[in-house]
Nanobody, 127 residues
């Protein structure tokens, strides 16, 4: 069955970097849009970034200039490189997948638009 598994999370100091991975299986990966979301305690889940089947991307304002999403279709994996991390980046990070396309835009970052989800991974930015 379709499965998404996140890895690479952990504890990092402010200003540091982490690279999250989202390994996919059970579906035709290269057709799907993949997104990263995050959810901090007491807050709603929010979009971070997304990448479509043509590797076109979109970023939330909070991620622009610091985070980079990429995909390796040969490895069925999407990466999220996070640099210059801040304490406010602390959250559980989720990858999500959907086969939909959105005419005129690369992808969307609304949770309700994604059908398949990973289990999430903790990222903590703290000194």
């Amino acid at each position: 069955q379709l499965q998404l598994v996140e890895s690479g999370g952990g504890l990092v100091q402010p200003g540091g970097s982490l690279r999250l991975s989202c390994a996919a299986s059970g579906f035709t990966f290269h057709y799907f849009t993949i997104a990263w979301f995050r959810q901090a305690p007491g807050k709603e889940r929010e979009g971070v970034t997304c990448i479509n089947s043509d590797s076109l991307t979109d970023y939330a304002d909070s991620a622009k200039g610091r985070f980079t999403i990429s995909r390796d279709n040969a490895k069925n994996t999407v990466y999220l490189q996070m640099n210059s991390l801040k304490p406010e980046d602390t959250a559980v990070y989720y990858c999500a997948a959907d086969a939909a396309t959105w005419p005129g835009i690369a992808c969307v970052q609304q949770p309700q638009d994604y059908e398949y989800w990973g289990q999430g991974i903790q990222v903590t930015v703290s000194s």
